[in-house]
T-cell receptor, first 112, second 112 residues
């Protein structure tokens, strides 16, 4: 049972490039979310999903897309990277309402 | 949307003393309040949570209290130890689903 697996762990992008951050969980959790963490800003919700085929926006969705074609996977796509997207990205999953999230180990992204 | 405020932003305590972190939330429909601990360079990890039908919950040296009328909840750590040094985040759910909004975090330093 690997929990929540995120790849890559580190990434450097040039402004304007696109990429996909991968997230997979093997706990059969229905709920999955993407957060970004900036120094002094806490954790801010980007997008979330309550099941396969269902996604919704969080607090800071601009510049990011998600899809949820399977229960296990929830990739986050950066459409055209900007320096403001330099951050640590965490994927998390939960069995459902009123249960805690399990976080992945994070992806540290730098956009130059 | 939900707004979660967390205080203090930093907290320094002597080993063996108690630490208290307080959070307030804005959405009266919130029903689930988890607390996470994040050590430097690591992922957030759930340490305790409370649901709205409970006023207090304890787990060894940590406890959480909830006042739904006043819309605030607190984390109490007793007999602090150096390994309690970390950043602690509170969160509250949004009633529509298991979407969590996080407070800004409290950096706790336990001095030996």
């Amino acid at each position: 049972n690997a929990g929540v697996t995120q790849t890559p762990k580190f990434q450097v992008l040039k402004t304007g490039q696109s990429m996909t951050l991968q997230c997979a969980q093997d706990m059969n959790h229905e709920y999955m979310s993407w957060y970004r963490q900036d120094p002094g800003m806490g954790l801010r919700l980007i997008h979330y999903s309550v099941g396969a085929g269902i996604t919704d926006q969080g607090e800071v969705p601009n510049g990011y897309n998600v899809s949820r074609s399977t229960t296990e996977d929830f990739p986050l796509r950066l459409l055209s990277a900007a320096p403001s997207q330099t951050s640590v990205y965490f994927c998390a999953s939960s069995p459902g309402t009123r249960y805690g999230y399990t976080f992945g180990s994070g992806t540290r992204l730098t956009v130059v | 949307g939900e707004n979660v405020e967390q205080h203090p932003s930093t907290l320094s305590v002597q080993e063996g003393d108690s630490a208290v972190i307080k959070c307030t939330y804005s959405d009266s429909a919130s029903n689930y309040f988890p607390w996470y601990k994040q050590e430097l360079g690591k992922r957030p990890q759930l340490i305790i949570d409370i649901r709205s039908n409970v006023g207090e919950k304890k787990d060894q040296r940590i406890a959480v209290t909830l006042n739904k009328t006043a819309k605030h909840f607190s984390l109490h750590i007793t007999e602090t130890q150096p390994e309690d040094s970390a950043v602690y985040f509170c969160a509250a759910d949004v009633a529509a689903g298991n979407k969590l909004t996080f407070g800004g975090g409290t950096r706790v330093l336990v001095k030996p």
